[in-house]
Structures are given as structure tokens and as C-alpha cells.
């Protein structure tokens, strides 16, 4: 890179190439990248937005992805390994992305917007650390049905998800945010939700809701005749 100057965190075209310059060494095609060099230590935000990748393979180190590194791509699926300390917001949004899987021991919450608008059809694999969802993370993505596991804790908002039709919350304490158009859902098994009220979900935009349960073991509400109670004052949640 001693041909022309260069300014750390900017991409250049250089012999027909994209290059992002992280760092000195820290080299990144754009256009056609495939594979990360090891060397790496830090994607930076938008680094590889809109590039039409279709695959990526991120290497086991001590990575960081800022916000928004790949949004907008056509990656498929992601593998999250062992090593990576670190994604941001939305680093992954607006993809083709089927399936995840989290490796990494490091990472335990999946970064507000981090798979927005990405199908999500297939296996979402959360590994044995990841213990809260952001905020939208999972949102506008074509499921039709979506089972949170138990070692989540928190689930944060959920919206604009047409194709989804049942959400199954795990049996363990697990507090949750709003829930909004979701047109289609028709089933809700509460579980162990800890916070659920009409207000705080924004229950009015899910209009076909058919059925709602929740575990025996919940601490705050419980069912009865198909109607949801509040345990502490027996008020009905509606």
C-alpha cells in the first residue's frame, strides 16, 4: 500500500478490486471475498455492505464485527465460531440467511437487528451461551413457526414477522418484549414469560391469535377456559 495513501477504515478500488484497509495488515477484498484472513481483528461498520457475497466463512479468532458489516448481502448461512468476542447491530440484516449457529464463548446476546429481514427458515442453532435476544434481531423473517430454547432469558421485541403462525416460549422464567404484526400468529405458548401483558406486547395487531397457553410452573399467570389470568391479582389479561 505505499503507492498512494491511504486512510484506515475507508475502501479504495484498487486494480479493478474493492480493498477495505482496517489496519496496515489488515487487508480485505470486497467485491469477491469468500474467506477472512486470520489476521484480522476488527470488521468495521458497513464494511461489506451490499456486495452480493454469497458465502462467508469467519475465521476462529478473536474477531470483532461492528454494526451493519454485512447487511445487505445474499449470504446464505452463518457459522459464529468459538473465538469471536464480539457482533454489533445489524451486522448481518437484510441477508438470505436459512440457518445459524453460535460457537462462540464469548458472545451470549444476539445484537438488536443483528438477522432483521433475513428468512431464518431453517435450524437456529443458539449454542450453550447465548442468553438474550435483542431488540428486532429476529425480526421480518419468514418462519411460520419459532421455538425460543431455554437458556434464553430475554427476548426482546418481535415484529413484522407475516409467515410466523406459532411461538413457543421456553418454561423457564424469560422476560419478553413486543410483539407486533404478526398478523398471522395464531398460536402463543408462554411458558415461563414473566412480563406479559397486552399493553407491553402490543397484543391489538395480532388479530388472529386462536390459542394461548402458558407452563404450570409460571410464576405470574396462568389459564383458564382459554382465558389468560394474572396470578397475583386474578385479573384477566386481555
Known sequence: NGAFPVELGKVYEVGGFKKYYRGLNEICDVEFFQELNENIKEIGAYAFYNNKLKELTLPNVELVIKNDAFKRNEIQNIVIPENIKRIEDGAFSLNDIESFKFESKYINTISPL?????????????????????????????????????????????????????????????????????ENLEELHLGGATNFNTSSTSMSSVKNLKLITVSPNNEYLYTENGILYNKYTNAIIK
Request: charged residues 20%; proline residues 7%; negative net charge.
Open 114 to 182: 443483528l438477522f432483521s429481514y433475513c428468512p431464518l427458515t431453517k435450524d437456529l442453532d443458539f449454542g450453550p451461551n447465548i442468553n438474550t435476544i435483542g431488540t428486532d434481531a429476529l425480526t421480518g423473517n419468514a418462519r411460520e413457526e419459532l421455538i425460543i430454547p431455554e437458556t434464553i432469558i430475554s427476548l426482546g421485541d418481535l415484529s413484522y414477522s407475516r409467515n410466523l403462525k406459532k411461538i413457543y416460549l421456553p418454561n423457564t422464567p424469560i422476560q419478553i418484549g413486543k410483539f407486533s404484526y404478526l
